[in-house]
């Protein structure tokens, strides 16, 4: 049974292998309810949040709430793991959490699902997704890594399968030929060192296979602002006995992968 | 007998070490990519637009000149892009903002890296559970640009 909602700013899709999809219908409202409530408190876009608060300086960290607690714990722990790359503070000087928040949420939609004894499911949010077991099938998951450089996610170029991964996909689409600079485009510039090339507008997509969604997002995210050396992070990342796996696309349309990547690949 | 030898040792093991220290330092900015063999054309090529830009503008379309599009919310964070256009067409597009380049200089630990598998992408089916792409950015992108080229008309 799948659905789908737009929240967060996006569309969030909740699919659930099951025999009797009517008895899924109350775990399903939960699960929408959780990101809503997620949005309430974490969107800067709504003046009424609680992030919208602590920017506005009307709440003191001695006020926060225990989730609002744990994502600014986790945010210091990202950013000291991944060398400052990862930093909720953005350029105005506010907080902007959305990029952990994400992930940390999707991972917690799977829990409420796992805790409903719900064993194959996948849950996703604007392209990153938690999976668990199996479609009805009986196959894993399987994930398409959009084609960066067109305007509508219906093209992939490259389908991995999953069951019990993370896949979140951090980066950006630059669309048509036109836009490239065509000095970029030449071979030769691959292995060019330094800053000679534009650090992270090299890559135009970074895709992260992790324990969990949570880990996959927040190493994404940083990982992607590291531009070209995003993908050798994620190649020594290790959570627990867990390699992460990574996909980088680059503006030439080159991909590189992480030596573990291809035993996920169809 | 040993006094002898120790002065050309020393000589030695410096040299050693500053070969290997040299080599640590010039760390790849990635892994040497081998060449390819390839078979579908790498540069990307251009589809039908999804939000009221036509990529490939006839000659003239634009004015010359360098336009700074509005910023716009990519919901991670804020996306603002210049467009430069040359002979009527968009020649390059950068970015002034995009959501988690905080600049800093921290570094990352420089490990050796072993040779990464590279490959030309080639679209395939879409026939798949999910999809997977940096969807917030790239909205964010398309109005930040719009608002450049719609300067340049």
Redesign the interface.
């Known amino acids: 049974m799948r659905e789908t909602r737009i929240i967060?700013?996006?569309p969030v899709?909740v699919?659930i292998t099951s025999d009797d999809p009517k008895s899924m219908v109350n775990i399903l409202e939960e699960v929408f309810d959780y990101f809503a409530y997620v949005d309430e408190k974490f969107s800067t876009?709504k003046s009424t949040s609680e992030i919208s608060a602590i920017n506005a300086g009307t709440l003191t960290p001695a006020d926060y709430s225990d989730d609002m607690k744990e994502i600014f714990m986790l945010a210091e722990k990202t950013k000291n793991e991944?060398?400052?790359?990862?930093?909720i503070?953005?350029?105005e000087g506010k907080y902007?959490p959305?990029?952990i928040v994400k992930g940390w949420a999707i991972w917690n939609a799977g829990k409420i699902l796992q805790r409903r004894g719900v064993r194959n499911f996948?849950v996703?949010a604007?392209?990153?997704?938690q999976?668990a077991g199996c479609?009805s099938n009986g196959q894993k998951?399987?994930?398409?890594?959009?084609?960066?450089?067109?305007?509508?996610?219906?093209?992939?170029?490259?389908?991995i399968r999953v069951s019990g991964e993370g896949?979140?996909?951090?980066?950006?689409?630059?669309?048509?030929?036109?836009?490239?600079?065509p000095h970029k485009?030449q071979?030769s510039d691959?292995?060019?060192?330094?800053d000679k090339?534009n650090?992270?507008?090299d890559i135009v997509?970074l895709?992260v296979i992790g324990p969990n969604i949570y880990e996959a997002d927040r190493f994404a995210?940083?990982a992607?602002?590291?531009g070209?050396?995003g993908?050798?992070?994620i190649?020594?990342l290790h959570i627990g006995d867990h390699k992460l796996e990574g996909y980088m696309?680059d503006t030439?349309?080159?991909?590189?992968?992480?030596?573990g990547?291809?035993k996920y690949v169809v | 007998m040993i006094k002898k030898l120790f002065l050309p040792f020393v000589v030695i093991v410096g040299f050693v070490g500053f070969v290997v220290y040299g080599r640590m330092k010039?760390a790849?900015?990635?892994?040497?990519?081998p060449p390819?063999s390839v078979s579908t054309t790498?540069?990307?090529?251009?589809?039908?637009?999804?939000?009221g830009?036509s990529?490939?503008?006839t000659s003239g379309q634009y004015k010359d000149g360098t336009y700074t599009g509005s910023v716009a919310?990519a919901?991670?964070?804020?996306?603002q892009v210049q467009a430069v256009i040359q002979n009527g067409?968009?020649?390059?597009?950068?970015?002034l903002?995009?959501?988690?380049?905080?600049g800093?200089s921290?570094?990352?630990?420089q490990?050796s890296?072993?040779l990464?598998?590279?490959?030309?992408?080639?679209?395939?089916?879409?026939a798949?559970?999910?999809?997977?792409?940096?969807?917030?950015?790239?909205q964010a992108?398309?109005q930040s640009l719009t608002a450049a080229l719609s300067q340049a008309s």
């Open positions: 967060m700013g996006m899709t699919d876009y991944t060398g400052g790359y990862f930093d503070v953005n350029r902007d959305s990029g996948f996703d604007g392209g990153d997704v999976t479609k998951w399987s994930v398409g890594i959009a084609d960066p450089f067109v305007g509508h996610y219906d093209k992939v170029v490259k389908v896949v979140a996909t951090s980066g950006t689409a630059i669309r048509g030929q036109h836009i490239y600079n485009r071979f691959k292995n060019s060192h330094g090339s650090g992270i507008y997509s895709t995210t940083a992607f602002a590291m070209r050396r993908i050798e992070f190649e020594n696309i030439n349309g080159v991909a590189l992968m992480t030596s990547f291809e | 010039t790849p900015n990635t892994a040497i990519v390819l790498p540069v990307p090529t251009v589809t039908s637009p999804a939000t830009i990529p490939t503008a919310d919901y991670y964070g804020n996306v067409v968009i020649a390059d597009v950068q970015f903002q995009y959501p988690s380049d905080n800093t921290a570094g990352i630990s490990r890296m072993p990464l598998k590279s490959e030309a992408i080639s679209a395939q089916s879409a798949v559970d999910i999809i997977s792409g940096a969807t917030q950015t790239s992108f398309q």
